[in-house]
């Protein structure tokens, strides 16, 4: 019923809700993705990244800002409310879409494998889209995002019996 609403797409973003109805993931760069204001979230981003790495982590692999640094500034969470990003979005779930908001976020490279850090599989994956960007370059020794393809996932979902939940490597 809602998919003869959809909003229309450019052809390029066509093919990232393309991509992500096969793969359930796309990577790509802020650059790419030629958003608006995209220059301002960098720099707020970056205050962010800036406060977060002077921390002390008290044993603690995930800092976060308070609830109160990450509103100061409506413009984060505005951010993900660009019109183009909510069309894609609407147009890869099929639905209505629904913002949650914005969260900020820094794991310490403290070599741990714990939380999220583990193979996992969110039980809302199947009907979420998330936008994660890094606030510094990610690779091996700094840890790297990995996933498992939509269609990989679907098999080793069901030959383990698997829902949801932390799997060790």
């Not at 993931?25 to 204001?37: F, H, K």
């Not at 044993?59 to 951010?79: E, K, N, Y």
């Not at 609407?90 to 490279?109: I, K, P, Q, T, W």
């Not at 606030?135 to 990995?146: H, S």
Request: charged share 25%.
């Amino acid at each position: 019923m809602h998919l003869a609403t959809l909003p229309p797409l450019a052809n390029c973003d066509r093919a990232l809700v393309g991509a992500l109805v096969q793969d359930g993931v796309v990577l790509t760069n802020l650059a790419s993705l030629a958003l608006p204001e995209t220059e301002r979230l960098q720099e707020v981003l970056g205050g962010f990244r800036d406060q977060l790495m002077m921390a002390t982590s008290n044993g603690h692999s995930t800092l976060r800002p308070s609830h109160d640094q990450l509103v100061a500034d409506a413009f984060l969470w505005r951010w993900g409310l660009n019109v183009r990003l909510l069309d894609i979005v609407e147009n890869y779930l099929g639905v209505a879409r629904r913002y949650y908001g914005a969260d900020v976020r820094r794991e310490v490279a403290d070599g741990r494998c714990t939380d999220v850090r583990q193979w996992h599989r969110d039980t809302e994956d199947e009907r979420l889209f998330k936008v994660l960007i890094w606030l510094n370059n990610v690779d091996v020794d700094g840890g790297p995002f990995q996933y498992i393809s939509r269609a990989r996932t679907a098999r080793a979902t069901d030959s383990l019996r698997y829902v949801t939940g932390y799997i060790s490597d």
